[in-house]
């Protein structure tokens, strides 16, 4: 099991597990580099850290962001392995663990859900923006504010009318707008 077939993998069970937004292999200020991170409605996020060997799990816990828990990110942290790659007890307080078995995704340990400090956060909104910048930086000239406007853009084309099949923004259902419930 490679590393890529893992982070696809995390990337398609953050998916299945309601994340609306997910990332793989992007930069945050700190240093880290989620493996796969996805987020759910309320600013909830789960990270995915992949591991192909025993040797990898061991050093990514000698990293800054593991040695200080409070400056990582994701409010609940699983790692993604092989079937008995990592055990139980090496696993960090809070950490869950996810095996892969066959073509399934097994979910051994699920995670503690309150992991993200105040500095996760922010480290999760660097890594948003730069994300989006990127995304801007390959649409220009438009700004992204303009490529989110397509649908008026749209309407526009056929007098008012959007063509069918799509509906209205203001009528679009996006769970990242809804009120903050108790998720």
Not at 147 to 162: D, H, Q, S
């Amino acid at each position: 099991m490679t590393h890529a077939k893992l982070v696809l993998m995390a990337v398609a069970w953050l998916r299945r597990y309601r994340c609306g937004v997910v990332l793989s292999e992007q930069a945050c200020v700190s240093g880290e580099m989620p493996d796969a991170i996805g987020w759910k409605k309320a600013c909830h996020s789960v990270l995915v850290e992949c591991k192909a060997s025993r040797p990898d799990f061991l050093a990514d816990r000698e990293k800054p962001f593991r040695q200080k828990p409070e400056t990582g990110v994701g409010c609940e942290r699983y790692y993604l392995a092989p079937k008995g790659l990592i055990r139980i007890e090496d696993l960090a307080a809070g950490w869950g663990l996810l095996e892969v078995c066959g073509r399934e995704i097994e979910k051994v340990r699920p995670s503690a859900k309150n992991l993200r400090s105040e500095i996760g956060l922010q480290c999760e909104m660097n890594l948003l923006l730069a994300s989006l910048r990127r995304v801007e930086v390959r649409i220009e000239p438009q700004s992204i504010t303009d490529f989110l406007k397509w649908k008026n853009r749209m309407a526009e084309y056929n007098r008012g009318a959007l063509p069918e099949g799509l509906v209205a923004a203001d009528q679009e259902f996006n769970l990242f707008l809804e009120p903050v419930s108790g998720d």
